[in-house]
Protein backbone atom coordinates (compact mmCIF):
# COMPACT_ATOMS: atom_id res chain seq x y z
CA UNK A 1 0.00 0.00 0.00
CA UNK A 2 3.15 2.54 0.78
CA UNK A 3 4.24 0.91 -2.34
CA UNK A 4 1.26 1.92 -4.42
CA UNK A 5 1.63 5.45 -2.81
CA UNK A 6 4.99 6.05 -3.84
CA UNK A 7 3.97 5.44 -7.69
CA UNK A 8 1.27 7.38 -6.92
CA UNK A 9 3.61 10.37 -5.36
CA UNK A 10 6.37 10.18 -8.38
CA UNK A 11 3.61 10.80 -10.93
CA UNK A 12 1.89 13.42 -9.09
CA UNK A 13 5.11 15.10 -8.79
CA UNK A 14 6.20 14.39 -12.81
CA UNK A 15 2.31 16.06 -13.56
CA UNK A 16 2.74 18.96 -11.47
CA UNK A 17 6.67 19.34 -12.80
CA UNK A 18 5.00 19.45 -16.15
CA UNK A 19 2.46 22.32 -15.40
CA UNK A 20 5.30 24.33 -13.91
CA UNK A 21 7.58 23.43 -17.21
CA UNK A 22 4.12 24.17 -19.40
CA UNK A 23 3.64 27.64 -17.46
CA UNK A 24 6.87 28.71 -17.37
CA UNK A 25 8.54 27.76 -20.95
CA UNK A 26 6.30 29.24 -23.37
CA UNK A 27 6.55 32.84 -24.27
CA UNK A 28 6.27 35.80 -21.94
CA UNK A 29 4.25 37.75 -24.24
CA UNK A 30 1.78 36.35 -26.95
CA UNK A 31 0.20 38.45 -29.42
CA UNK A 32 1.57 41.45 -27.50
CA UNK A 33 -0.27 40.65 -24.31
CA UNK A 34 2.40 40.16 -21.39
CA UNK A 35 1.51 36.45 -19.36
CA UNK A 36 3.21 37.12 -15.97
CA UNK A 37 0.59 39.17 -14.06
CA UNK A 38 -1.51 39.26 -10.87
CA UNK A 39 -4.22 36.66 -12.87
CA UNK A 40 -1.92 34.67 -13.55
CA UNK A 41 0.46 34.35 -10.04
CA UNK A 42 -2.93 33.78 -8.78
CA UNK A 43 -4.03 31.12 -10.90
CA UNK A 44 -0.92 29.52 -10.54
CA UNK A 45 -0.80 29.55 -6.42
CA UNK A 46 -4.57 28.36 -6.66
CA UNK A 47 -3.68 25.45 -8.91
CA UNK A 48 -0.37 24.50 -7.16
CA UNK A 49 -2.78 24.55 -3.45
CA UNK A 50 -5.39 21.91 -5.96
CA UNK A 51 -2.71 20.04 -6.81
CA UNK A 52 -1.21 19.62 -2.93
CA UNK A 53 -5.19 18.49 -2.45
CA UNK A 54 -4.81 15.96 -5.30
CA UNK A 55 -1.86 14.44 -3.36
CA UNK A 56 -4.37 14.53 0.09
CA UNK A 57 -7.01 12.31 -1.89
CA UNK A 58 -4.26 10.04 -3.43
CA UNK A 59 -2.56 9.39 0.04
CA UNK A 60 -6.28 8.34 1.72
CA UNK A 61 -7.11 6.27 -1.77
CA UNK A 62 -3.91 4.62 -0.49
CA UNK A 63 -4.53 4.26 3.07
CA UNK A 64 -6.22 1.21 4.05
CA UNK A 65 -4.98 -0.88 6.40
CA UNK A 66 -5.60 -4.41 4.87
CA UNK A 67 -6.14 -5.90 1.41
CA UNK A 68 -10.01 -5.86 1.93
CA UNK A 69 -9.76 -2.66 2.45
CA UNK A 70 -7.42 -1.65 -0.53
CA UNK A 71 -9.89 -3.84 -3.20
CA UNK A 72 -12.42 -1.47 -2.09
CA UNK A 73 -10.36 1.45 -3.12
CA UNK A 74 -9.10 0.44 -6.85
CA UNK A 75 -11.84 2.47 -7.98
CA UNK A 76 -10.69 5.42 -6.07
CA UNK A 77 -7.02 4.97 -6.94
CA UNK A 78 -8.05 5.13 -10.83
CA UNK A 79 -10.22 8.10 -10.65
CA UNK A 80 -7.35 10.01 -8.44
CA UNK A 81 -4.50 9.24 -11.32
CA UNK A 82 -7.05 10.14 -13.94
CA UNK A 83 -8.09 13.56 -12.05
CA UNK A 84 -4.70 14.61 -11.04
CA UNK A 85 -3.74 14.05 -14.96
CA UNK A 86 -6.67 16.30 -16.02
CA UNK A 87 -6.46 18.98 -13.51
CA UNK A 88 -2.99 18.99 -14.98
CA UNK A 89 -3.74 19.28 -18.71
CA UNK A 90 -6.64 22.05 -17.81
CA UNK A 91 -4.66 24.37 -15.59
CA UNK A 92 -1.46 24.19 -18.07
CA UNK A 93 -3.63 24.87 -21.30
CA UNK A 94 -5.36 28.03 -19.11
CA UNK A 95 -2.10 29.69 -17.71
CA UNK A 96 -0.10 28.83 -20.65
CA UNK A 97 -1.31 31.49 -22.79
CA UNK A 98 -1.74 34.97 -21.79
CA UNK A 99 -5.91 34.72 -23.41
CA UNK A 100 -7.16 32.90 -20.33
CA UNK A 101 -9.74 32.87 -17.92
CA UNK A 102 -8.50 32.39 -14.19
CA UNK A 103 -11.89 31.68 -13.74
CA UNK A 104 -12.24 28.89 -15.91
CA UNK A 105 -9.21 27.56 -14.50
CA UNK A 106 -10.33 28.17 -10.66
CA UNK A 107 -14.01 26.29 -11.80
CA UNK A 108 -12.15 23.47 -13.47
CA UNK A 109 -9.76 22.68 -10.92
CA UNK A 110 -12.81 23.14 -7.85
CA UNK A 111 -15.04 20.61 -10.08
CA UNK A 112 -11.89 17.84 -10.45
CA UNK A 113 -10.63 18.51 -6.61
CA UNK A 114 -14.11 18.10 -5.44
CA UNK A 115 -15.31 14.85 -7.44
CA UNK A 116 -12.14 13.25 -6.19
CA UNK A 117 -12.94 14.60 -2.47
CA UNK A 118 -16.22 13.38 -2.83
CA UNK A 119 -15.04 9.57 -4.06
CA UNK A 120 -12.93 9.37 -1.61
CA UNK A 121 -15.31 10.36 1.35
CA UNK A 122 -17.56 7.86 -0.42
CA UNK A 123 -14.57 4.92 -1.18
CA UNK A 124 -13.74 5.55 3.27
CA UNK A 125 -17.13 5.14 3.73
CA UNK A 126 -18.06 1.71 1.84
CA UNK A 127 -15.05 0.19 3.44
CA UNK A 128 -15.93 1.10 6.41
CA UNK A 129 -19.89 -0.27 6.29
CA UNK A 130 -17.77 -3.55 4.57
CA UNK A 131 -14.81 -3.97 6.92
CA UNK A 132 -17.68 -3.43 9.78
CA UNK A 133 -19.83 -6.62 8.40
CA UNK A 134 -16.46 -8.51 8.07
CA UNK A 135 -15.75 -7.31 11.34
CA UNK A 136 -18.78 -9.20 12.74
CA UNK A 137 -19.02 -12.12 10.54
CA UNK A 138 -15.22 -13.34 11.88
CA UNK A 139 -16.70 -12.62 15.20
CA UNK A 140 -19.86 -14.82 14.75
CA UNK A 141 -17.70 -17.64 12.56
CA UNK A 142 -15.18 -17.77 15.29
CA UNK A 143 -16.40 -20.21 17.53
CA UNK A 144 -16.47 -23.34 15.34
CA UNK A 145 -13.43 -22.25 13.62
CA UNK A 146 -10.96 -22.32 16.60
CA UNK A 147 -12.82 -25.41 17.24
CA UNK A 148 -12.06 -26.73 14.17
CA UNK A 149 -8.42 -26.10 14.52
CA UNK A 150 -8.92 -27.25 17.99
CA UNK A 151 -9.77 -30.78 17.02
CA UNK A 152 -7.30 -30.72 13.69
CA UNK A 153 -4.60 -30.49 16.14
CA UNK A 154 -5.48 -33.78 18.17
CA UNK A 155 -4.89 -35.74 15.64
CA UNK A 156 -1.16 -35.63 16.33
CA UNK A 157 -2.10 -36.32 20.00
CA UNK A 158 -4.68 -39.55 19.46
CA UNK A 159 -2.54 -42.83 20.70
CA UNK A 160 -4.17 -45.85 18.38
CA UNK A 161 -6.50 -46.06 15.52
CA UNK A 162 -9.91 -45.77 17.63
CA UNK A 163 -8.56 -42.18 18.72
CA UNK A 164 -7.48 -41.28 15.77
CA UNK A 165 -10.76 -41.95 13.96
CA UNK A 166 -12.95 -40.30 16.71
CA UNK A 167 -11.03 -36.93 15.94
CA UNK A 168 -11.96 -37.39 12.67
CA UNK A 169 -15.78 -37.90 13.10
CA UNK A 170 -15.07 -34.85 15.38
CA UNK A 171 -13.29 -32.60 13.03
CA UNK A 172 -15.55 -33.55 9.63
CA UNK A 173 -18.76 -32.81 11.90
CA UNK A 174 -17.39 -29.63 12.92
CA UNK A 175 -15.74 -28.66 9.36
CA UNK A 176 -19.17 -29.56 7.73
CA UNK A 177 -21.38 -27.40 10.37
CA UNK A 178 -22.76 -24.04 9.57
CA UNK A 179 -20.04 -21.74 11.21
CA UNK A 180 -22.61 -18.94 11.50
CA UNK A 181 -23.08 -18.34 15.51
CA UNK A 182 -26.46 -16.28 17.05
CA UNK A 183 -27.47 -15.25 20.49
CA UNK A 184 -30.05 -18.61 20.45
CA UNK A 185 -27.53 -20.99 19.86
CA UNK A 186 -24.97 -19.82 22.48
CA UNK A 187 -26.72 -22.42 25.21
CA UNK A 188 -25.80 -25.32 22.31
CA UNK A 189 -22.47 -23.83 21.76
CA UNK A 190 -21.35 -23.74 25.33
CA UNK A 191 -22.20 -27.61 26.12
CA UNK A 192 -20.20 -28.30 22.96
CA UNK A 193 -17.55 -26.61 24.32
CA UNK A 194 -17.75 -28.38 27.52
CA UNK A 195 -17.93 -31.69 25.95
CA UNK A 196 -15.02 -30.81 23.54
CA UNK A 197 -12.87 -30.06 26.44
CA UNK A 198 -13.39 -33.44 27.95
CA UNK A 199 -13.17 -35.09 25.05
CA UNK A 200 -10.08 -33.41 24.35
CA UNK A 201 -8.60 -35.03 27.50
CA UNK A 202 -9.41 -38.07 27.49
CA UNK A 203 -7.39 -38.04 23.90
CA UNK A 204 -4.49 -36.67 24.95
CA UNK A 205 -4.87 -39.08 28.33
CA UNK A 206 -5.35 -42.49 25.85
CA UNK A 207 -8.67 -42.77 27.82
CA UNK A 208 -11.87 -44.83 25.65
CA UNK A 209 -13.17 -42.07 24.25
CA UNK A 210 -16.47 -43.56 22.66
CA UNK A 211 -19.31 -42.45 24.71
CA UNK A 212 -17.77 -38.91 24.64
CA UNK A 213 -17.30 -39.04 21.28
CA UNK A 214 -20.94 -39.82 20.71
CA UNK A 215 -21.93 -37.26 23.59
CA UNK A 216 -20.26 -34.32 21.09
CA UNK A 217 -21.26 -35.26 17.91
CA UNK A 218 -25.47 -35.58 19.08
CA UNK A 219 -24.13 -32.21 21.01
CA UNK A 220 -22.76 -30.68 17.50
CA UNK A 221 -25.69 -32.02 15.39
CA UNK A 222 -28.61 -30.61 17.93
CA UNK A 223 -26.81 -27.33 17.02
CA UNK A 224 -26.81 -27.80 13.16
CA UNK A 225 -30.77 -28.26 13.69
CA UNK A 226 -31.25 -25.34 15.68
CA UNK A 227 -29.18 -23.48 13.16
CA UNK A 228 -31.23 -24.64 10.20
CA UNK A 229 -34.55 -23.65 12.12
CA UNK A 230 -32.28 -20.11 12.48
CA UNK A 231 -32.30 -19.16 9.03
Known amino acids: MKKGFKVYALIWAIELAVFNVVCF ?9 PKYGGVFWAGYIFVTLAFLGQLACGYKAFSAPNAGKMFLSLPLIGISYAAVTAMMITASVCLAYPRRSLLWTIVC ?4 LGANAIAVVKAGA ?3 IVSHLDDKVAEKTAFLKMLTVDAGQLT ?10 AVKKVTDALRYSDPMSAPALQ ?6 AEKFAA ?20 AIAARNAKCKVLK
Not at 156 to 165: K, L, M, P, S
Not at 199 to 210: E, H, L, P, Q, S
Open 25 to 33: VTPDEIAGM
Open 109 to 112: CVIT
Open 126 to 128: AAA
Open 156 to 165: HQAVNAEAQA
Open 187 to 192: ESEAEI
Open 199 to 218: FAAAIKAGDDVTALTDSLLA
